[in-house]
């Protein structure tokens, strides 16, 4: 067995576990923000370790037309950009939709710089 392929095959499991451990993390977290969190960070993290594995199982292919490592590339950078925007988003949404926090959440510092005038609520539109 070829060791590239082999380091690839690890790349690949890492990468399930990670994406196995976000959704377990999707199940046990108490709120909405919370969820958001895990599922953007593990999920990232194991689509990325993910494609990295794929572009080491398919190096013989690397400088022929099929160019699999130029396709993770751009899919890295991709998921890099577009994944921590999302989830910001969508919990930036949630808290002005007055989705409530866990009650074991201690500290809400986004209400502080509501409150201080840092930032300001979105209007109603």
């Known amino acids: ?15 399930s576990l990670s994406l196995l451990v976000s959704a377990i993390g999707l199940l046990r977290m108490p709120d909405v ?26 190096y013989e292919h690397w400088f022929t037309g099929e160019n699999w490592l130029g ?31 866990s009650k074991i959440t201690s500290t809400d510092v986004l209400r502080d710089d509501l409150n201080n005038n840092v930032i300001k609520e979105p209007k109603n539109e």
């Open 71 to 101: 396709r993770a590339a751009i899919l890295i950078i991709f998921i890099y950009i577009t994944n921590p925007v999302s989830s910001h988003v969508l919990m930036r949404a949630a808290y002005f939709m007055k989705v409530p926090l």
């Open 33 to 58: 923000y919370n969820r958001v969190q895990v599922g953007t960070k593990a999920s990232t993290f194991g689509a990325i370790v993910s494609f990295v594995g794929i572009a080491l199982l398919k």
């Open 1 to 15: 067995m070829d060791i590239i392929k082999l380091i690839g095959g690890i790349f690949l499991l890492g990468g």
